[in-house]
């Protein structure tokens, strides 16, 4: 990832963010943020290319967002870059759990769940208010003695869910998937920092490369009595009747990714298929959705008897 094209977008098209995987030879990987909350229609995308891009790809990149402003190519300066992106990256607290980075030790305390992430090319660091959301959520199903066996992270970013959810969970088994196979190598190093070890059997994590729940190993590993899903709105309603099938009868869904204006929509969504509204967490524009299956809903996949 050596060379980034910036542009702002709105949020519609940030959120209706298109698949360039067949529209480039050598396809960028694109990030959206939010630089500022209180301009929650202001969103900024940046590609990164490997190579430098040409001016058609930039041109062809723009056309594909109708909000596109102005165009801005830059380097990557690797060193700086990581040296930048570290700079700021306070600990932060969220129950008992910490996510800090290696800088940062000294601020774990006893009986802390200590989460070592450190920034790079992964959304995940904790910073995010939807990460927060997540991990307050964990936070307090843990206080509830909830006890999942399965767990399912899907758009896993850094892995930070995924490690924080077998951190309180240490005898569950647990996979976690992300479309961006850039962000499936960060977590697969993530979870080695955090001893946390790989595979498929339980106090283990398994890390797949898929949009959604589109990977045989996802659907073969559920139903799961705890699926955690940081995307964003549209995708996130896309994948409620798969997603809500792939729970476990009792089991708990926490969704964030959502806005506010969005967060009806998206209950209302997986409603339909039986998911309950039991909790809305976080700060108010991010709010993180906690939603619990019903006992007696019909059939779930993989049929496991509980
Ligand atoms: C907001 S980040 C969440 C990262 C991490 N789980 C957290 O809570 O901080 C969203 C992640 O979802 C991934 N993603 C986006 N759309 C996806 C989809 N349809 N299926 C799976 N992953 C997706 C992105 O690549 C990104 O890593």
Same mark, same amino acid.
């Given at each position: ?126 910073? &995010? !208010? #939807?990460?927060? +959301?997540?991990?307050?959520? =964990?936070?307090? $199903?843990?206080?509830?003695? *909830? @006890?999942?066996? /399965? ?93 809500? &099938? !792939? #729970?476990?009868? +009792?089991?708990?869904?926490? =969704?964030?990714? $959502?806005?506010?204006?969005? *967060? @009806?929509?998206? /209950? ?39």
């Amino acid at each position: 990832m050596s060379w980034t094209v910036a542009f702002p977008v709105n949020r519609a098209d940030a959120e209706a963010l298109p698949d360039v995987d067949d529209l480039f030879d050598a396809p960028p990987t694109l990030n959206v943020e939010e630089p500022d909350p209180a301009r929650p229609d202001d969103w900024l995308l940046t590609a990164y290319f490997a190579d430098p891009p040409s001016p058609d790809a930039v041109t062809r990149l723009a056309s594909l967002f109708p909000s596109a402003g102005p165009v801005t190519v830059a380097e990557l300066e690797e060193a700086d870059w990581t040296t930048l992106s570290q700079r700021g990256l306070e600990p932060v607290r969220a129950g008992r759990f910490l996510v800090h980075t290696a800088a940062h030790t000294a601020a774990v305390r006893p009986g802390d769940r200590a989460i070592r992430i450190e920034a790079g090319l992964a959304f995940g660091t904790g910073q &995010h !208010a #939807t990460t927060l +959301g997540c991990l307050h959520a =964990l936070d307090r $199903l843990g206080k509830r003695r *909830a @006890r999942p066996a /399965r767990i399912a992270d899907l758009g896993t970013g850094t892995g930070v869910l995924a490690i924080a959810a077998l951190k309180r969970w240490p005898g569950a088994a647990a996979v976690a998937s992300d479309i961006d196979p850039v962000a499936i190598g960060v977590a697969e190093g993530n979870a080695r920092a955090n001893r946390t070890r790989a595979g498929r059997a339980a106090g283990r994590l398994e890390l797949v490369t898929a949009p959604g729940l589109g990977h045989p190993r996802l659907k073969a590993r559920a139903p799961y009595d705890l699926v955690l899903a940081n995307i964003l709105a549209p995708p996130l309603i896309a994948l409620a009747r798969e997603l809500a &099938h !792939a #729970t476990s009868p +009792g089991g708990t869904v926490v =969704l964030a990714g $959502l806005l506010s204006g969005q *967060a @009806r929509r998206v /209950r209302a969504a997986y409603r339909r298929h039986g998911l309950v509204p039991m909790a809305t967490l976080g700060r108010a524009e991010w709010p993180c959705l906690v939603l619990k299956r019903r006992a007696s809903a019909p059939g779930t996949a993989g049929g496991r008897k509980r």
